[in-house]
């Protein structure tokens, strides 16, 4: 019974120790609330992801978007500054992939952001020009340097619509070749363009040679690439790179290389097990 009585003024121990701890954060953070409302913002200090040559925004371009939705916040009381609208619209910004605002203890409005990450150019069935990063995000073509991705056109019906995602089987393919081919440097090197023909099929253009690649779809992009090294690497040797004017990996089980003013002829042809029985 006394350890029973014991248990039970130990357990009331901690919760009374508890309880105390919560009055006392809770009131420390009514004091830091209220004192943090009539503080006067002291300056603005921005941190841009990333901070040497930026793709899309300075800044002062963000600085000026700042101003443009709240004002020019210096030397204004905190309370009058609306933290939680100026978050969200920055993160509205196209351009950008974070967005993060925060009073600090000096008196300092904390700007952090990060730019997105291009991976292809996208020129539209409309005539448009605009970047989608690695989430599929359409940012306008704005940028302050150039960058180096590869280049789609042709049968893009998508509609630039900044800070939305390219939707669409089309754009399914783009991002997931575009992706592919960038983390390649192999691929990343040797090719720079992409057409997209009235198939729906994706056609590379090298920057080496005057033939194209027609990769279809973006399925099974890992096996039909390495056909293609296959093929640059026996089919190509000793012929030099303008011997053929097509090679078609859309097929894993083959390669299909048409020669410049000749029929097609299959360079490399893998057979399913069900084929040879």
Not at 21 to 35: D, P, Q, R, Y
Not at 197 to 208: C, H, Q, T
Request: net charge positive; charged share 20%.
């Amino acid at each position: 019974m006394k350890k029973f009585q014991l248990a039970i003024s130990k357990q009331q121990w901690m919760i009374g120790i508890l309880v105390s701890l919560i009055v006392v954060v809770a009131t420390m953070w009514v004091s830091f609330s209220g004192k943090s409302a009539n503080r006067v913002i002291q300056g603005i200090e921005i941190s841009l992801v990333p901070n040497k040559n930026p793709l899309f925004i300075t800044k002062k371009i963000l600085y000026d978007s700042i101003v443009s939705i709240v004002g020019i916040p210096t030397g204004i009381n905190a309370s009058a500054l609306n933290i939680t609208l100026l978050e969200s619209k920055l993160k509205q910004i196209p351009t950008l992939r974070k967005a993060e605002v925060y009073l600090r203890l000096d008196g300092i409005l904390k700007i952090q952001a990060m730019e997105r990450s291009p991976i292809a150019l996208i020129k539209n069935l409309q005539g448009e020009e605009f970047y989608i990063d690695t989430q599929g995000v359409m940012v306008p073509n704005k940028n302050l340097r150039f960058c180096d991705v590869l280049i789609v056109n042709g049968k893009i019906p998508n509609k630039m619509n900044g800070g939305s995602i390219m939707g669409g089987e089309i754009a399914k393919n783009i991002l997931a070749l575009a992706t592919f081919i960038a983390a390649d440097s192999l691929w990343n090197a040797q090719f720079q363009q992409c057409y997209v023909d009235n198939y729906n099929a994706m056609i590379l253009i090298p920057r080496i040679g005057k033939h194209s690649i027609v990769v279809g779809n973006s399925s099974e992009l890992g096996k039909k690439f390495e056909n293609l090294r296959l093929f640059y690497a026996q089919g190509l040797k000793g012929m030099g790179w303008n011997r053929y004017k097509t090679i078609d990996i859309s097929n894993i089980t083959q390669v299909l290389g048409i020669r410049l003013g000749q029929q097609s002829i299959h360079i490399i042809e893998k057979k399913s097990k069900k084929s040879n029985t």
